[in-house]
Structures are given as structure tokens and as C-alpha cells.
């Protein structure tokens, strides 16, 4: 098969390590890829937004399988677009159209579904400049710390968090008047959630399901968990305080029922849900979902799943994910990111890397913001590299 991945970041560099395993490949691209994923693929420099230009690719390149990696394709309709092309009616896409990503497009619609759908999650209110006044009243009643949420995609900067009854009131306003445009003409307000927080995956092909292995993402830049919040700067697998007891409640109380919900509103989803949970005193609750892998846990589910994963993602297309099982390595995992000074500040970019070999077989070293200039290896983002262990 000849496989397209969209995306170019560090999950995107480990979907082409782990795709380049498979004996069922004969040709892979990455499309705009990074300076790792050339290691196993060629890159195509195109702009993710232009989706005549993907399709233009997926044809000229006979592409078999397009994997979308990143949400903003995805909530922008990419799979509605090329399932809507008469000459790639054969093309597998793994990824849900644009119904399905609005469980990540818009924090308001997967509120609402969750409420129909009896998931765990907390109380919320929806809120608009037309009812802002409820808004506040809403804070008035409401204890610290407030949680406002900007409706639509943000970059991951559209959750703000404060103690402050007068800054909750002041973040509520500025949204409403177009902070992160119109990711927020609509916010979210919930209530506080306390517990410790895990990224559960799975991958579906509209009926059937498997969950993947179960990470944690670290999102604070310093040592100890301490300092601002960033994209991520590690990740752990398995969980250690996430049991089977917690995985049963995870299946039966928001996995399944995401899915049937999913099927009473006629949305056919195929591709990746990441359901992030947070423990809450051994019961578990929705903070988000996403339509799409996460990014620093990718790097180290990916490592753990034996089975060949361009064939599990093959059985997704053909909707019979119910005649594999999942074969996992038990071994723990863990992913430090390597971040240019600054981040998740402002940096500089186009630094000299150079890299060792990995000392031991166990040891991956996954690109996220690297490029090769004139046959030399540069910084090109924030999150530059992972290293990725097992032990
Ligand atoms: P989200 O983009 O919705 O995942 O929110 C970003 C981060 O904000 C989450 O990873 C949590 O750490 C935190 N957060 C979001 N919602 C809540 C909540 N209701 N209670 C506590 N923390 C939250
Ligand atoms: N690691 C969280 C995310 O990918 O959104």
C-alpha cells in the first residue's frame, strides 16, 4: 500500500516509524513532515488547509491510505472533501469527517453530547454575548477555581483557569469579544474538576473498537511538574494508578456510550477518539475529547502496540476491527521533550542539532520541530525532539 500522513509533528514522525515496520507498505509520504519522518518516507511541503493540493497529492502519488494526524484538517471537513472526489471513491481515510470532529471542533456540542449520553463530565454552561449576564451570574454561584473554555479550536490556549471571581468575570468578556475570534463567540464555563488527569485512545471503525495503551502527558514546562503549561513536554505508558477496575468503568461509562451516542446522531466515525479523563476519587470523568491521536502520548503508545499498525488501521477501513485483538508490550514507556530555550515563550529557531546514535535498541529519538537545511540537521519549533525509552 502506498500511505499518506498528514501532519508534522513528533506523534506524526512515530506514526512513520511505526507504519515504516509494516510489511504492507510500498510507498510512504509525509506530508508536510519534519526532518525525522524523512528518515522513513518522503516529504511533501504542502499547506494543510489547501485541500485541493492534498487531493491533488493522494492522486498523483496513488495513495491507498491517507492517516490525518492533526484536529484542524479534520474539524475543516478534509474527509468530506476527498469522499466527496468520484476518482478516489477507493481511498481509505482514517480520520472522521466533519460531523465526527466536532466532538474536539467545538467544546459546546461534546458537552451537550455527553449530557445526552449520561457521560461523566462536569456541569457547564453555555454561554454567549447574548446571555452573558447569566454568565455572570453563573460565576457568582459557582466556588474557585473557575474553568472558562473558549467553544472552538484555540491551539490548546483556549482554556483559561483562574481563582479570581473579578478575572473569571474579565476572561468571560474578553472571549466573548473575539480574543481567540471565533473559537470564541461562544465560552464554556464548567465547574472544577479534582483529580489527576490520563489520555485514553481508541480506534474505531464505526462499530466495532480497540483501546490502545494508556498514556499520561505531562504539559508543564520545568522540573516537578512546575511553571507554565505547554503542548507537552513528556508522556508515561501504561499508567500506573489507572487499573483494570478503572478501565472497566472507562468502557462502560464513556467509551461505549460515546459510541452509541455517536450512532444515534447518524455520524459515521472511523479514526482515532482520545477520550481525556481525569480520576476523580476512583471514578472517571470527560475533560475533553479529541477527534485525533495526542501529542507527546503518540510517542509512546505507538511502541507499545505489537501488531503490525497499518494492517489494524486497514481492519478499521473494512470495519471488521472485531476479528483482531491488540497484542501490547507490558513494558513501561517514557518520552522526554527536548524544547529550544524560551519555549513555550518566545525562541529562536534554525539552531545546529546534531544528534548520537541511540545507545540502546529500546531507545527512539522522535523529531517534532527539525529540519534539514543544505545536508544539516536545524531547529525549526518549540518542541524540537523526543526521547523515547523503555525501562
Ligand atoms: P482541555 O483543552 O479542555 O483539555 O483543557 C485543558 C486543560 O485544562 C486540561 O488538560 C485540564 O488540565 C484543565 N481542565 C479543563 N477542564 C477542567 C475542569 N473542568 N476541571 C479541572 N481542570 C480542567
Ligand atoms: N497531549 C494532549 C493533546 O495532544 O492534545
Redesign the pocket.
Known amino acids: 500500500m502506498n500511505v499518506l500522513i498528514l501532519g508534522s509533528g513528533a506523534r506524526e514522525h512515530a506514526f512513520a516509524w511505526k507504519i515504516a515496520q509494516s510489511p504492507m507498505l510500498t510507498k510512504l509520504f509525509i506530508a508536510p513532515g519534519n526532518a525525522g519522518t524523512a528518515l522513513h518516507g518522503t516529504n511533501f511541503d504542502i499547506d494543510l488547509n489547501d485541500f485541493d493540493a492534498i487531493g491533488q497529492l493522494i492522486k498523483d502519488q496513488k495513495i491507498d491510505l491517507l492517516l490525518i494526524g492533526p484536529e484542524n484538517p479534520l474539524v475543516q471537513g478534509l474527509r468530506d472533501e476527498l469522499q466527496a472526489d468520484t476518482e478516489l471513491t477507493d481511498l481509505i481515510i482514517i480520520g472522521p469527517d466533519r460531523a465526527g470532529a466536532q466532538l474536539e471542533g467545538s467544546k459546546a456540542y461534546a458537552k451537550h453530547f455527553m449530557t445526552e449520553n449520561r457521560i461523566p463530565t462536569a456541569d457547564f454552561y453555555e454561554i454567549t454575548k447574548q446571555n452573558i449576564d447569566q454568565g455572570f451570574d453563573a460565576l457568582d454561584q459557582m466556588k474557585a477555581p473557575y474553568v472558562l473554555k473558549a467553544d472552538g479550536l484555540a491551539a490548546?490556549k483556549g482554556v483559561i483557569i483562574t481563582e479570581d471571581l473579578n478575572e473569571a468575570k474579565s476572561i468571560l468578556k474578553n472571549m466573548l469579544q473575539g480574543q481567540f475570534v471565533d473559537a470564541s463567540q461562544c465560552v464554556v464555563i464548567e465547574s472544577f474538576l479534582e483529580g489527576i488527569e490520563f489520555?485514553v485512545f481508541a480506534l474505531t471503525d464505526g462499530i466495532n473498537y480497540l483501546i490502545l495503551p494508556v498514556a499520561k502527558?505531562y504539559?508543564r514546562i520545568g522540573e516537578g511538574d512546575t511553571g507554565p503549561n505547554t503542548?507537552?513536554m513528556g508522556?508515561v505508558s501504561p499508567v500506573p494508578f489507572v487499573d483494570q477496575k478503572m478501565m472497566d468503568k472507562v468502557t462502560k461509562r464513556i467509551i461505549q456510550p460515546t459510541l452509541q451516542g455517536l450512532k444515534k446522531r447518524n455520524i459515521f466515525y472511523q479514526g482515532f477518539i482520545?477520550f481525556?479523563l481525569i480520576n476523580c476519587g476512583g471514578d472517571p470523568f470527560v475533560i475533553e475529547y479529541?477527534c485525533r491521536m495526542?501529542?507527546?502520548?503518540t510517542q509512546v503508545v505507538l511502541p507499545r502496540i505489537k501488531n503490525d499498525f497499518l494492517d489494524l488501521l486497514v481492519h478499521s477501513a473494512q470495519q471488521n476491527l472485531h476479528t483482531v485483538s491488540i497484542d501490547i508490550d507490558p513494558r513501561f514507556l517514557s518520552n522526554v521533550v527536548l524544547a529550544s530555550q524560551g519555549y513555550p515563550a518566545a525562541y529562536t529557531k534554525n539552531k545546529i542539532i546534531s544528534l548520537p546514535t541511540p545507545p540502546h535498541l529500546d531507545t527512539i529519538i522522535i523529531h517534532a520541530g527539525t529540519k534539514m537545511d543544505e545536508n544539516q540537521l536545524r531547529t525549526q519549533g518549540g518542541r524540537v525532539l523526543s526521547c523515547c525509552a523503555f525501562g
Open positions: 490548546g489520555s502527558d504539559k503542548g507537552g508522556a482520545f481525556g479529541n495526542g501529542d507527546p502520548e
